[in-house]
């Protein structure tokens, strides 16, 4: 089962900043990366994916961007707002295609 | 359109006793996967599931565990003889296909007492 490595562990940032993580994934031929945001107490919502045929994409205040060559792809939030607190997973397909790995998680704090 | 629906929010049980999580994926969903996730943990896959059939159970414990997705009704997730190490959010997730977006339960927190 392939690992993926995500950091920061934590990260805070205050309101109006950019919040930026980072993964990275080992060799994989499969095409889909998403990512997740999870609240307290609930589950992991999806929050956005990127398919490797494209360098980045947006949707809203959130952005992905995949490198390919280095695999490693990063999630970017911009003007990050207090609502955006919350636990941050990335995910890559494993080799069968058939389950998510996910990173280790980052607790995002987004201070007023 | 609801999403995927997991019940019961929350399950206690003493070791030694059996624990039964449901999930019903969302509508047009055949594929179902359960995550375990330990506090301040990331989520660990266990089973993948499509109807009637266990795709990938790599993640699953060998002895106590065991899951289910039959042709009609719910998928699932069974413990047998709890032990206190079995305290964990559980998650459901389904998707359309393989190799598409999944999408999540609200979770099933099990505390072993």
């Known amino acids: 089962q392939q690992q993926v490595k995500q950091s920061p562990q934590s990260l805070i940032v205050q309101k109006g900043g950019i919040s930026i993580i980072n993964c990275a994934y080992e060799?994989?031929?499969?095409?889909?990366f998403p990512w997740y945001q999870q609240f307290p107490g609930k589950g992991p919502a999806l929050l956005i994916a990127i398919r490797p045929d494209v360098s980045e994409k947006k949707e809203g205040r959130f952005t992905i961007s995949f490198n390919k060559s280095a695999k490693q792809f990063s999630l970017h939030i911009m003007d990050s707002q207090p609502g955006d607190s919350a636990t941050y997973f990335c995910a890559a397909p494993s080799g069968s295609a058939r389950q998510l790995t996910f990173g280790s998680g980052t607790q995002l704090t987004v201070l007023p | 359109n609801a999403g995927v629906m997991q019940n019961p929010r929350h399950l206690v049980r003493r070791r030694g006793q059996e624990a039964r999580l449901r999930c019903s994926p969302m509508?047009?969903?055949?594929?179902v996967y359960w995550y375990r996730q330990l506090p301040e943990e990331g989520l660990k896959f266990m089973v993948y599931l499509q109807k009637e059939n266990i795709i990938d159970e790599s993640g699953m414990p060998k002895e106590r565990f065991s899951a289910e997705f039959p042709k009609e009704g719910p998928s699932i997730l069974r413990i047998q003889q709890v032990v206190r190490g079995d305290s964990a959010a559980y998650f459901c997730a389904s998707s359309y296909g393989a190799n598409t977006e999944a999408f999540f339960g609200q979770g099933t927190r099990l505390t072993v007492v």
């Open positions: 060799n994989t031929a499969f095409d889909y």
């Open positions: 509508k047009g969903h055949s594929h």
